[in-house]
T-cell receptor, first 115, second 114 residues
Framework: GAVVSQHPSWVICKSGTSVKIECRSL??????MFWYRQFPKQSLMLMAT?????????EQGVEKDKFLINHASLTLSTLTVTSAHPEDSSFYIC???????????FGAGTRLSVL | AQSVAQPEDQVNVAEGNPLTVKCTYS??????LFWYVQYPNRGLQFLLK??????LVKGSYGFEAEFNKSQTSFHLKKPSALVSDSALYFC????????????FGKGTTLSVSS
């Protein structure tokens, strides 16, 4: 299957700082990228959907000014958690889908711990 | 509202026995159906999908799933479970609309004992 690389896999930061998570599709062009958040032993919650060259579409309840998403190219999307707080601690997973692809491929996830 | 239901939080089976992980969905039209598996602290790995055609779909690692349109179900099955199959399994549905993201069930933890 296609490969989606996500890093860092684990990040610890102080409250008030910003953290950037990168998601790269390594062997296909990701026309659409998705960012999910997962709480322990729970399902994935879609945060936002982005198409290359367009602004991301955020799900209801997700603060777009706090979770900045950039999908600048067909192989790279970034999620920046701005002014992180302990309640932002979670497992963040990116996912990519190419044009005319039926399958969403997932990155390995990033565990964010905000102290 | 569109939704995916996995009625079991956990399924326990003995190694070598058949396993079934249940999934039903409530989505209009003809959605695409998927199963993913997640190991601890990892992202999701694609197992199999149903788009159209034969109702029995075969996927990775010996898993298969049966699509039943009248029951709006897509149960995951394997004839003989392995201890290494122990993981968290997610059923997901994509409404047949361009650009839409997957809708996930809450997940089912499969535990295979030796």
């Amino acid at each position: 299957g296609a490969v989606v690389s996500q890093h860092p896999s684990w990040v610890i930061c102080k409250s008030g700082t910003s953290v950037k998570i990168e998601c790269r599709s390594l062997d296909f062009q990701a026309t659409t990228m998705f960012w999910y958040r997962q709480f322990p032993k729970q399902s994935l919650m879609l945060m936002a959907t982005s198409n290359e060259g367009s602004k991301a579409t955020y799900e209801q309840g997700v603060e777009k000014d706090k979770f900045l998403i950039n999908h600048a190219s067909l192989t790279l999307s970034t999620l920046t958690v701005t002014s992180a707080h302990p309640e932002d601690s979670s497992f963040y997973i990116c996912s990519s889908r190419g044009r005319a692809q039926n399958i969403q491929y997932f990155g390995a996830g990033t565990r964010l711990s905000v102290l | 509202a569109q939704s995916v239901a996995q009625p079991e939080d956990q399924v326990n089976v003995a190694e070598g026995n058949p396993l079934t992980v249940k999934c039903t969905y409530s989505v209009s039209g003809n959605p695409y159906l998927f199963w993913y598996v997640q190991y601890p602290n990892r992202g999701l790995q694609f197992l199999l999908k149903y788009i159209t055609g034969d109702n029995l779909v075969k996927g990775s690692y010996g898993f298969e799933a049966e699509f039943n349109k009248s029951q709006t179900s897509f149960h995951l099955k394997k004839p003989s479970a392995l201890v290494s199959d122990s993981a968290l399994y997610f059923c997901a549905v994509r409404p047949n609309q361009a650009g839409t993201a997957l809708i996930f069930g809450k997940g089912t933890t499969l535990s295979v004992s030796s």
